[in-house]
């Protein structure tokens, strides 16, 4: 049995520091590894993305996550991304990863959040050049999950 804790929109700002990783100090007797999916800071600071790698450095389970829309919000996600990987949070970004459990093996895939919708209410790349490049994003984003959704089953695909 693989165990999986997940957690997203949790907004931490700089504010928030040292109120988060106590509640997360028996993590390893419940779970083999967590998931974050986005929206981990408030604005995407490098400041506040320094509280959430300080809030998550000593989980000792393996993080695994992706930036939500939130992360975004400053330009600087490559910087927040940097400030998560130097403590051993992997962040995904149209990429997959494989996490080792002691109950089994766990490929992950992930990329941000990106608005559009969905079938039938969904955003068509037609009109304006400002919707037709939101649209696209979306695109690229389904796409680039799905490209690391195939890759990881080309690598680790049970026969």
Same mark, same amino acid.
């Given at each position: 049995?693989?165990?999986?804790? @997940? ?8 504010? +928030? ?5 106590? @509640?997360? @100090?028996?993590?390893? !007797? ?8 986005? !929206?981990? /800071?408030?604005?995407? +600071? ?24 939130? !992360? ?5 996600? !490559? $910087? #927040? $991304? ?5 403590? &051993? ?6 990429? +997959? /990863? $494989?996490?080792? $459990? ?8 992930? /990329?941000? &959040? ?12 037609? =009109? ?9 994003? =979306? ?10 959704? #195939?890759?990881?089953?080309? /690598?680790?695909?049970?026969?």
């Amino acid at each position: 049995m693989i165990r999986i804790a @997940a957690v997203g929109d949790i907004h931490l700002g700089t504010e +928030s520091r040292g109120k988060l990783a106590p @509640a997360l @100090a028996d993590l390893p !007797d419940r779970s083999d590894l967590l998931l974050l999916a986005g !929206d981990l /800071t408030h604005v995407g +600071s490098p400041e506040e993305a320094e509280v959430v790698a300080g809030e998550f450095t000593n989980v000792r389970v393996p993080v695994i996550a992706v930036l939500g829309n939130h !992360d975004y919000q400053s330009d600087h996600a !490559d $910087t #927040v $991304t940097d400030i998560l990987t130097q403590v &051993g949070i992997r962040v995904l970004e149209g990429t +997959s /990863t $494989t996490v080792e $459990t002691p109950g089994g093996t766990v490929g992950i895939a992930g /990329t941000k &959040g990106f608005g559009g919708g969905f079938p039938p209410a969904m955003a068509s790349c037609f =009109g304006e050049p400002e919707m037709k490049a939101f649209v696209r994003t =979306g695109e690229e984003a389904a796409r680039s999950l799905r490209s690391a959704l #195939v890759e990881w089953t080309r /690598t680790y695909a049970w026969p």
